[in-house]
């Protein structure tokens, strides 16, 4: 069967679902995208399937590449790097007769790609009707990504949006409606003395989403005799990683009364003997850990200091400088082929300045905080490993087996907890992929899908470390490491944690066998349970339920 007409039984089938199974209409237009990743409609479709099943921010990625296509397919004629296979293939698959692909099921359709063989002056030009429905698929990604981003809460990401998109579509009521919305919300919020940082990020779900497969049952047997494979081995026998009961929690203070009994089924580590006070029980290393310091520059690999007489650098480059030839070989096994000569300066440069998908759908995008900054860092080190290692990111040690989310409960759903951002979770991944040369359409469907990256991003903002520079106060390092992730967090730790090139636990009191070890996520000097629950928010996912936490709370509401 010709890929245009597999394309549009897909299509047909998935609009037929939508509104019943919008699940399998999301899984039916993926397949579509599959074999024709340049369809700008098939993106758009996909969006509205998003919305359906409620993740906006995915129908914001979707969104976004259809908005990008759309251009590329007005240009084809310009020598467009995605244009002419895009336009061949949008062309075909409207030029199907609907009564060819009423019949037959379309989970038997092979997805092999077929490539498109020709030049830019064998295809005619793009008709007026043609480019009528171009940007009309244009004004719709348009409102579908300001309408999600006002869902989510990123009030001045959707004003910035609708703003620069009226003055391409003057006449479209719809995004008029957005502007005029998101412009009273943005005006109320400045005169409360909310700041435009906090306006422009909003909220989304931590999910682990039904396609998900890569996901492990983290409190299986199986799962738990694996891990304690690492932890014994990194804490010396210290420690072993049992299945745990934790409070469930929630964002809202007010309602954690209500939600107080209940617990989830969690992951902890555990002493397996008495352990004295001040005394190294643990020591990990990871090579999933990036810095961002200018100056007095670390190990590439592990981040710890450089002896300026004995370093070694990459033989086809003098970007980055290694510790240890043990340090420079592991990075060429397992990561820095990808990244070795790519320019990656766009992740530190301010997002404080204007990112406009109407003027400039490819605008540079950039990291809005230091902390940001290193967390793209930390999703590019993972995807170049995913690349340099030729696996899917999802299954690389140690983001397989870090938390990010729970599977969905049942309704109602918890609120959404994990921020989310216009320039950090679309632009600033857009980009990555483009200097990693990865096709952010084709090749990424299936490895570098947008759930793919804020699965990570989720993974990372729950369970990375942070060092800061002790003069700045700033962030500078930042690491994943699988068996630290493990401990749980509590604001009367017994662990205290410090990270050069490994990360080590240090006692702080007496632990007894048998003891639940834990460790604490920001700095417990901080006396006021309210900024502590503040700062706990984005990794924790909820307000903290620590006995601290609770005590405190009570004596001073």
């Not at 996909?46 to 590329?72: F, S, W």
């Not at 830019?120 to 009309?136: A, G, R």
Request: hydrophobic share 35%; charged share 25%.
């Amino acid at each position: 069967m010709l890929p245009e007409k597999r394309v549009a039984r897909l299509v047909q089938q998935a609009d037929t679902s939508l509104t019943t199974d919008p699940l399998r209409s999301r899984n039916l237009l993926t397949d579509a995208l599959a074999i024709s990743p340049y369809d700008p409609d098939l993106w758009q479709q996909r969006a509205i399937a998003h919305v359906k099943l409620g993740y906006p921010d995915l129908a914001i990625g979707d969104a976004y590449r259809a908005l990008l296509l759309v251009q590329e397919l007005l240009e084809a004629h310009e020598e467009s790097e995605f244009g002419f296979i895009g336009l061949v293939a949008w062309r075909g698959r409207r030029a199907q007769p609907k009564d060819t692909f009423a019949t037959g099921d379309a989970d038997e359709v092979s997805n092999e790609v077929e490539e498109t063989e020709g030049d830019y002056e064998s295809i005619p030009e793009i008709t007026e009707v043609e480019d009528k429905d171009l940007k009309q698929t244009d004004v719709f990604a348009r409102r579908l990504i300001c309408s999600s981003l006002l869902e989510i809460g990123c009030l001045l990401d959707a004003w910035e949006q609708a703003d620069t998109s009226l003055k391409v579509y003057p006449e479209d009521e719809e995004l008029r409606k957005i502007y005029q919305e998101t412009d009273e919300k943005v005006k109320q919020g400045r005169e409360k003395g909310v700041s435009d940082f906090q306006l422009r990020e909003g909220e989304v779900a931590r999910v682990i989403y039904p396609w998900n497969t890569f996901e492990p049952d983290r409190t299986s047997d199986e799962t738990v005799g694996h891990l304690n494979t690492f932890v014994t081995k990194a804490s010396s026998g210290n420690f072993e990683v049992k299945v745990t009961e934790l409070p469930m929690l929630v964002p809202d203070a007010k309602e954690e009364g209500k939600v107080i009994t209940k617990t989830s089924r969690q992951l902890g580590v555990y002493a397996t003997k008495d352990l004295p006070k001040d005394t190294q029980v643990f020591s990990e290393r990871s090579i999933l850990t990036v810095n961002n310091r200018l100056f007095d520059p670390l190990c590439d690999c592990c981040n710890g200091p450089l002896d300026p007489l004995n370093t070694f650098s990459c033989d086809n480059c003098d970007d980055v400088m290694f510790c240890s030839t043990t340090c420079k070989d592991e990075a060429t096994e397992k990561y820095h082929p990808s990244l070795c000569g790519i320019d990656i300066d766009f992740l530190f440069k301010s997002a404080h300045t204007r990112h406009s998908v109407a003027n400039d759908a490819s605008a540079t995008a950039s990291s809005s905080t230091p902390t940001k900054a290193l967390y793209s860092l930390l999703l590019l080190r993972t995807l170049a490993m995913a690349l340099t290692q030729d696996v899917n990111p999802l299954e690389i040690l140690p983001v397989k087996y870090l938390y990010g989310s729970s599977p969905p409960p049942p309704p109602p759903q918890k609120p959404p907890t994990l921020p989310f951002t216009f320039p950090d979770n679309i632009l600033s991944v857009f980009h990555i992929l483009t200097r990693l040369e990865v096709d952010p359409f084709k090749v990424s469907l299936h490895t570098f899908d947008i759930w793919h990256t804020l699965t990570i991003h989720s993974k990372i903002l729950g369970t990375a470390s942070a060092r800061h520079n002790p003069t700045s106060g700033q962030p500078e390092v930042a690491a994943l490491h699988l068996c630290y992730s493990l401990v749980n967090h509590d604001c009367e730790p017994c662990l205290m944690w410090e990270c050069q090139s490994e990360m080590k636990f240090r006692t702080l009191r007496e632990v007894k066998e048998g003891e639940e070890v834990r460790d604490c996520y920001t700095d417990p000097r901080i006396e006021s349970w309210k900024k502590r629950r503040e700062w706990l928010m984005g990794s924790l996912g909820g307000g903290c339920r620590c006995g601290r936490c609770v005590r405190e709370s009570e004596a001073d509401p």
